[in-house]
């Protein structure tokens, strides 16, 4: 066996992984170690069964590429072995095409993640490889990160100091968040999605309908702002600051999130003005998020300079939060947050409408209203349905990541389905022996009527 860079075990670099390949002939291992040099891993290789687990004994091993024939035991043995051993190792097998039945074996007793036949595509042997081990790496601290979270939501439901210090203990609160969620931004930079989800809930913990909101709301200012024509990088930021614009109602207390806007008196309102400042509290010491954290502490801004915190007026009060103040107030008008009554959209509409000019931006209302069948949100529902894989046809669009029995992502949301590709899904299915939950977007959605106005609600 031969070892390509530091691997014995606890001397690896803490974020290299390793990746040991098992083949008898030296000309394959030398050929696929060459191959995965220009990748960011460690290679270690052996020669037979017996040399790769004694290397599993005594190194951490992120992957096991195995030949499948060779002398004593095969590949498919020797990854149902790894299987047992160390469940956590991503296995692939490598196969010539005349060995199918072996390898359908290996499927069922080896558990293997992948198969990859002779000859391989370099690129594509990489490619597969980074994903399958970021993916790996990724599931496990989320699940940290999942933990951590929600044993500080636990603490925020047992403050009930008073109203001065529960605000005073509830901003310490979001610091330590804001800490939390550096750090994790740091270790976890190309999980910066899952990161964003997973604060947002923390803004929908104890709101019915808060994280669904949320999604929407995102969904709707990303829109906006490619409608207005902004950048790409402006439009990512907005769509994650809209993602969070609750993240400071985690500072208020239940009793004010149970009641409708319009029932809160001079006190009340007081409280609430705290929103947007604790939003940018939690994020002012996030690398990347400065512009996100800015356009929080705007979003209660009115385009009439009568909002709050810093009474800007008009094109003052940063694009990006006008947007949120449009999209937010929208789906709070559905959603019954200001009256406790739900308004239709066509009504939600008409109130930002109404509001245009005072409130909201008029270019951005107009805009709105244009294209509100993309913006449709009545009653907050997904557009997404789930099936079962036999019932779909090809040309159906995946809502949800499809993944693995072992978490692997093996589609993204959005992927188009083929015919092809419905069948290779087919025969994994029945190899694999488990069902895929399959979430697809719905078909034929009506649009929405963007003309005529219709009652106003109270104003708050």
Same mark, same amino acid.
């Given at each position: 066996?031969?070892?390509? !860079? ?43 069964? !017996? +040399? ?26 020797? %990854? ?60 496990? #601290? ?17 403050? @009930?100091?008073?109203?001065? *210090? ?42 019915? $309908? ?37 993240? !400071?109602?985690?500072? %208020?207390? +239940? ?72 999209? #937010? +107030?929208?789906?709070? &008008? ?18 930002? &409408? ?28 997904? @557009? ?10 090809? $040309?159906?669009?995946?809502?949800? +990541? &499809? ?9 993204? *949301? ?10 290779? &899904? ?6 694999? !022996? ?9 078909? @034929? ?16």
């Amino acid at each position: 066996m031969v070892f390509a !860079g530091t691997t014995s075990q606890g001397q690896n670099q803490a974020n290299k992984p390793v990746v040991l390949i098992v083949d008898d002939e030296e000309n394959i291992l030398k050929a696929l170690t060459r191959s995965l040099g220009r990748i960011d891993v460690d290679v270690v290789t052996a020669t037979s069964a !017996g +040399d790769a687990l004694y290397i599993l004994e005594n190194t951490d091993v992120d992957l096991v590429i195995s030949d499948m024939r060779m002398p004593g035991d095969d590949g498919a043995e020797l %990854l149902r072995q790894v299987a047992e051993r160390s469940p956590n190792t991503l296995r692939f097998l490598l196969t010539g095409h005349s060995d199918m039945e072996s390898t359908i074996r290996a499927i069922n007793e080896g558990k293997i993640h992948q198969y990859l036949t002779k000859p391989w595509d370099d690129v594509k042997l990489r490619k597969l490889i980074e994903e399958s081990l970021h993916t790996r790496l990724l599931e496990a #601290r989320n699940q940290r990160l999942q933990a951590e979270l929600a044993a500080k939501s636990t603490q925020l439901e047992e403050l @009930n100091a008073s109203l001065e *210090k529960r605000v005073e203990d509830r901003t310490e609160e979001l610091k330590l968040n804001a800490r939390l969620l550096e750090h994790a931004f740091s270790d976890l930079q190309k999980s910066y999605g899952h990161v964003l989800r997973l604060a947002s809930s923390l803004g929908a913990l104890r709101e019915p $309908g808060a994280a669904e909101a949320a999604e929407s709301r995102a969904r709707m200012a990303e829109s906006l702002a490619e409608a207005l024509g902004l950048g790409e990088q402006d439009i990512r930021e907005i769509r994650d600051a809209a993602l969070l614009s609750d993240l !400071g109602n985690i500072g %208020l207390p +239940d009793a004010l999130l149970s009641r409708p806007l319009v029932e809160y008196d001079g006190a009340d309102m007081q409280e609430y003005a705290q929103v947007p400042i604790l939003a940018e509290a939690a994020l002012m010491g996030i690398p990347g998020m400065r512009h996100s954290a800015a356009m929080l502490r705007s979003q209660f801004e009115r385009f009439d300079g009568s909002g709050y915190p810093d009474h800007l007026v008009g094109a003052a009060i940063p694009a990006g939060a006008r947007i949120i103040a449009l999209v #937010r +107030d929208y789906t709070d &008008l559905l959603r019954g947050r200001f009256t406790g009554e739900s308004m239709t959209a066509q009504q939600a509409r008409s109130e930002l &409408l109404r509001q245009s000019n005072q409130r909201y931006d008029p270019v951005m209302v107009d805009i709105f209203c244009e294209a509100c069948s993309a913006f449709d949100t009545e009653d907050l529902a997904l @557009n997404e349905e789930y099936a079962k894989l036999d019932e779909l046809e090809a $040309g159906r669009v995946l809502a949800q +990541d &499809l993944y693995s029995e072992k978490g692997m992502i093996l589609l993204r *949301k959005g992927h188009v389905l083929t015919a092809e590709l419905l069948q290779r &899904l087919t025969h994994l299915q029945q190899w694999s !022996g488990r069902d895929f939950d399959m979430v697809v977007e719905k078909q @034929n959605r009506p649009d929405s009527d963007c003309e005529g106005l219709a009652e106003t609600r109270a104003g708050s």
